[in-house]
T-cell receptor, first 113, second 117 residues
Framework: NAGVTQTPKFRVLKTGQSMTLLCAQD?????MYWYRQDPGMGLRLIHY???????AKGEVPDGYNVSRLKKQNFLLGLESAAPSQTSVYFC????????????FGQGTRLTVV | AQSVTQLDSQVPVFEEAPVELRCNYS??????LFWYVQYPNQGLQLLLK??????LVKGINGFEAEFNKSQTSFHLRKPSVHISDTAEYFC???????????????FGTGTRLTIIP
């Protein structure tokens, strides 16, 4: 049982480059989330999805785009990376957040130079 | 908007001593509360949750938390810590204003627990 898998685990980008982070879950969860974790700031929600084909903005959506073409996958895109996007990114999924909480991936450490 | 406050950014504790990690939330209405643990270089793992009912909630690894509505607190406790408890701990709340289909978790800034041998 893989749970929530994030790809890649590490990445270094140059300012202005683009990339896509992939999140895959095998638990048939409807809800999926992208968070970023920065020192002293906890986890902040970037975007989320309540089902296949749907996405919504979270607390810090600027500079990011997302897509949920398949129920099991949630992609996070950076069109033009900036040093302020250096962070650890976590994907999470949930069946019913209020009841079961969320299941998290191992994280992607992104450095933008 | 919902908010969560973890006043202690770092808590050092001697091995086998008790520990309390504090969490306060902002809402005055019914909420759902969670504690997550993050071990070094890993993702977050659910420790325990409060949905309703008994205010004392027991979780994994010997942790427990007490929901106090009057003080809007959800402090995490363990009577005797072990070296393996070294990790970062996050308190989180589910937005009480959100309807089904718009549920989100709001996290505190985290408390780094360091166990001293």
């Amino acid at each position: 049982n893989a749970g929530v898998t994030q790809t890649p685990k590490f990445r270094v980008l140059k300012t202005g480059q683009s990339m896509t982070l992939l999140c895959a879950q095998d638990m048939n969860h409807e809800y999926m989330y992208w968070y970023r974790q920065d020192p002293g700031m906890g986890l902040r929600l970037i975007h989320y999805s309540v089902g296949e084909g749907t996405t919504a903005k979270g607390e810090v959506p600027d500079g990011y785009n997302v897509s949920r073409l398949k129920k099991q996958n949630f992609l996070l895109g950076l069109e033009s990376a900036a040093p302020s996007q250096t962070s650890v990114y976590f994907c999470a999924s949930s069946y019913r957040l209020r009841v079961w909480g969320a299941f998290f991936g191992q994280g992607t450490r992104l450095t933008v130079v | 908007a919902q908010s969560v406050t973890q006043l202690d950014s770092q808590v050092p504790v001697f091995e086998e001593a008790p520990v309390e990690l504090r969490c306060n939330y902002s809402s005055s209405v019914s909420v759902y509360l969670f504690w997550y643990v993050q071990y070094p270089n890993q993702g977050l793992q659910l420790l325990l949750k409060y949905l309703s009912g008994s205010t004392l909630v027991k979780g994994i690894n010997g942790f427990e938390a007490e929901f106090n509505k009057s003080q809007t607190s959800f402090h995490l406790r363990k009577p005797s810590v072990h070296i393996s408890d070294t990790a970062e701990y996050f308190c989180a709340v589910s937005d009480p204003d959100s309807n089904f289909g718009n549920e989100k978790l709001t996290f505190g800034t985290g408390t780094r627990l360091t166990i001293i041998p």
